[in-house]
Structures are given as structure tokens and as C-alpha cells.
């Protein structure tokens, strides 16, 4: 069979145009391809919700690619070795005493984005968040997006725009969707955004149980976004707090969408 280099181009553009036209209008849009919000974004689709996730750059998986200085490997506490288990990351116990168990950051990711892709998750990847829409009710009902190559090329081309009932930012450090809401709505019921404080693992893990949580009506908040919005401290290359915190954020989503 000869391959038609015109067919191959129609059957992408195809395939993907009737996709994003179906998923302009979710239950969860999420912003950020972290693992609290592969973990969040993954609980939602198990559960039967149409669940779609914008990451900014080619490939999801935020820092924990890096592990701790470029050393490909990362550090969960006892807590969250439950998920470990369930996605199927190879794991060993460090230190029994304390319930270290260390994994490889190279694997953690693989297993995360192939867990989050086959459980019914819409990723778009190279998406960049714009703006959020908010409506009368001073409620969040989706965000707006674009090509990240034109936020790079500082392009003049407006934006899209995907309506949803609960919004996810899981965008790390930056708390990029919350720090929008805080510039652009001065007067809103929002607390704002702290930033985050500097390292100290245990506080910063510790600290997730409660600074994930809803914002603002629609807008909720997880992973380091959630600890730099709360003004709570960094963790560093331990992510059993982040993959937690996921879980919470999903939890939290369920509960607003029931």
C-alpha cells in the first residue's frame, strides 16, 4: 500500500478537530500537567466524568521529571505508597523507620501519563492558559486558551475558549488560573495569592490537606499551586504530598459536581 502524504495530513487534522470540538464543553477542565493533576484528572475520568487536561508544554509531568537536581529520582512518604502501587511504579523502601521509599522520576511520569491517557482523560498538550471566563454568579465556567507557540512568539491572535463546570489549576509554582482571577476580578471574593514560602518538606507535605481546596466558586486548586496560594512552604523532590493532593482536588470536584 502506497501512503498518501494528503490523507495522512486530513486524517490528523480530521480526528483532532472533531475531538476538541466534543471536549469544548467538559465537567473538568485542568489546567497543568503535574502529577497532582494527572492523579485528579485520572479519579475523574475512573468515575465516569468528561474530564480534559491543557498542559502548556510537549510532554506532562511538570518537575518530577528532574527528580531532585537532575538525579532521576524522587522521594514519597508511606502515605501515598498506596499509589504508587496502583499505577504500577516500581518503588523500594529506604528507610524503615521513617517510611521513605524512593522511585524512579522516569518511570513515575511514564506510568502517570499512560494511566491518565487510557482512563478517559482528553489531554491537549503545547495549550497555554489565557483567561478565565466568569459569568454573572461571579462563578468560574471555564478558561481560555491558546497555542502556546503563539504566547512564545508573542502573537496577536486571539484566543478559545472551553466551558466548564469546575476548573482545576494545578500549574505549580506560578498558580497561573488563581493569580489570573486575583489581576483581573480586584474585588472578588478571593483571598489571593500568597506565594509560596521557602523549602521545608515535612510543612510543605503537611500542609497540602489543607490548602487544596476550592478558591473561588468553580476554581479549585492543587498540587504546589495550592501551597504558593496558601503561602505554605515548598517541598522539594518529595512528591507524596502532590499525588495526595490530587486525589483531594478530584474529591473535592466530585463533590461540587454531584
Not at 489546567?31 to 475523574?44: F, K, Q, S, Y
Not at 509554582?173 to 472578588?188: F, G, L, M, S, Y
Amino acid at each position: 500500500m502506497e501512503l498518501d502524504d494528503i490523507t495522512i495530513t486530513k486524517a490528523i487534522v480530521d480526528d483532532f478537530s472533531k475531538t476538541f470540538i466534543d471536549y469544548t464543553e467538559v465537567d473538568v477542565a485542568l489546567v497543568g500537567g503535574g502529577p497532582a493533576n494527572m492523579i485528579a484528572a485520572t479519579r475523574l475520568a475512573q468515575e465516569g466524568y468528561k474530564v480534559a487536561l491543557f498542559e502548556k508544554k510537549l510532554a506532562l509531568g511538570g518537575g518530577m521529571w528532574g527528580g531532585g537536581m537532575m538525579f532521576p529520582r524522587i522521594v514519597v512518604q508511606d502515605e501515598a505508597r498506596k499509589i504508587l502501587e496502583e499505577f504500577d511504579i516500581n518503588h523500594y523502601e529506604y528507610d524503615n523507620e521513617k517510611g521513605y521509599y524512593i522511585a524512579n522520576s522516569i518511570e513515575s511520569v511514564s506510568r502517570l501519563i499512560n494511566k491518565t491517557v487510557t482512563s478517559g482523560v482528553q489531554v491537549f498538550n503545547l495549550v497555554n492558559f489565557e483567561d478565565v471566563m466568569i459569568r454573572e454568579d461571579d462563578r468560574v465556567t471555564g478558561i481560555v486558551i491558546n497555542w502556546t507557540a503563539v504566547s512564545i512568539a508573542n502573537l496577536h491572535v486571539d484566543p478559545l475558549t472551553i466551558r466548564a463546570k469546575v476548573v482545576i489549576d494545578g500549574t505549580g509554582h506560578e498558580a497561573v488560573v488563581c493569580n489570573t482571577v486575583q489581576r483581573k476580578i480586584p474585588n472578588a471574593k478571593f483571598e489571593g495569592v500568597v506565594g509560596e514560602r521557602p523549602m521545608w518538606a515535612d510543612a510543605g507535605e503537611k500542609s497540602l490537606k489543607e490548602t487544596t481546596r476550592e478558591v473561588y466558586p468553580g476554581l479549585i486548586v492543587t498540587g504546589m499551586a495550592a501551597n504558593a496560594v496558601a503561602g505554605a512552604p515548598r517541598m522539594g523532590p518529595v512528591f507524596g504530598g502532590m499525588l495526595l493532593s490530587g486525589e483531594m482536588a478530584a474529591k473535592i470536584a466530585m463533590s461540587k459536581l454531584d
